[in-house]
């Protein structure tokens, strides 16, 4: 070999002394390791999302359809909204709005979404429910 001694253990030493690529891969792998551990969160919080949308649309409909009842059973749109809350509650939810139309009524909860140290996430959804 011109310009370089040949190393025990089969490596190549150039003529400034420095080593081939040794450690090269170790590299490679933490970089990888790095990207893998990135894409998890992501997964990780897109299914927190999907799972916070699920829980949010079951409130969503179980309040509609507790106000709709209130609604057909006691008539008054103040007391069909209020039965719609006490629902929404009692399934981790928020009620933001309700709205009675005639025999129907709409609503939109809110849920907590996944934890994200920057944020506060919450996720929202809508339902309606009466005759019709």
């Known amino acids: 070999m ?5 190393m025990r253990g089969g490596g190549v030493r150039n003529g400034a ?3 081939g690529d040794r450690g090269g891969a170790t590299v490679l792998v933490v970089a990888m390791a790095g ?9 990780a919080a897109a299914g927190g999302l999907v799972t916070a949308q699920r829980r949010a649309q079951a409130a969503a409909d179980l309040t509609a359809l507790a106000g709709a009842s209130a609604l057909a ?3 008054g749109p103040t007391d069909a909204c209020a039965a ?15 709205t009675p139309d005639g ?3 709409r609503v939109t909860v809110s849920v907590a979404g996944p934890d994200v ?16």
């Open 2 to 6: 011109h310009g370089g001694a040949v």
């Open 17 to 19: 002394g420095t080593r």
């Open 35 to 43: 990207v893998l551990m990135f894409v998890m969160g992501g997964l």
């Open 73 to 75: 059973d006691l008539g």
């Open 84 to 98: 719609a809350g006490r629902v929404a509650g009692r399934n981790a939810a928020v009620l933001d709005a309700c």
């Open 103 to 105: 025999r129907a009524i």
């Open 117 to 132: 140290p920057w944020k506060e996430v919450r996720v929202t959804a809508e339902a309606r429910a009466g005759p019709g």
